[in-house]
């Protein structure tokens, strides 16, 4: 996992300062991470901000993993027993939600609840491997996901058993989805953006 800025104004040393004398101004600034986190055993499939120094990664090593960027170490991993494809988290909601290739989209509560379950529930209704998942930036309640089998379908976590929703369907995989305002859009390997109004 590394971690990098975005600002042209953040300190470097002198040999950085020496370098970026040196480049034409037409150049691209090469930039390094400001740190890279290890402890995920294989490929690195979601990231998602917590807060504003904390983040969550899902990866094909079955685990969800918490980093605090602050003291640069993971303070919590949740695993289960299927690749996980994608993570998105909720601060309405204060759970990460995450797609996994058993086509279950699951739910978790990093803090366990007074049953001390990691999975706070299981939404069912894809086919195949949930590739992408974002939540609603209006409700607590409600997110979007997409699937292999081209499906976007959204959620209403109270009702996991069934989607509230089927936005529509890709002619192939659905790969990657986002959710802003009422509009969701979603890209798939047809080679097309899908945009649906009125979400939510």
Not at 122 to 145: F, I, M
Not at 150 to 171: F, M, N, Q, Y
Request: glycine share 8%; charged share 20%.
């Amino acid at each position: 996992l590394k971690i990098w800025t975005t600002s042209l104004n953040e300190p470097c040393d002198e040999e950085e300062k020496k370098k970026r004398r040196k480049k034409s101004s037409s150049e691209p600034l090469l930039r390094t991470p400001l740190m890279t986190l290890g402890g995920h055993r294989q490929a690195i499939t979601g990231v998602s901000w917590k807060s504003n120094i904390e983040i969550v990664t899902s990866s094909h090593d079955m685990s969800l993993k918490f980093w605090d960027t602050q003291v640069m170490t993971c303070t919590d991993t949740l695993t289960i027993n299927s690749a996980l494809q994608c993570v998105a988290w909720s601060p309405l909601a204060g759970l990460a939600a995450a797609g996994a290739s058993d086509k279950y989209l699951r739910l978790f509560d990093p803090r366990g609840g007074a049953s001390g379950n990691i999975v706070h529930s299981t939404l069912t209704g894809h086919g195949l491997w949930v590739s992408d998942v974002a939540w609603s930036p209006s409700s607590e309640y409600e997110l979007a996901s997409c699937c292999y089998d081209g499906a976007v379908l959204v959620w209403d976590t109270r009702t996991p058993r069934t989607p509230l929703t089927r936005l529509g369907s890709h002619e192939d995989k659905a790969l990657c989805l986002d959710w802003k305002s009422s509009c969701v859009v979603s890209g798939g390997a047809d080679n097309k953006i899908k945009m649906f109004r009125g979400v939510g």
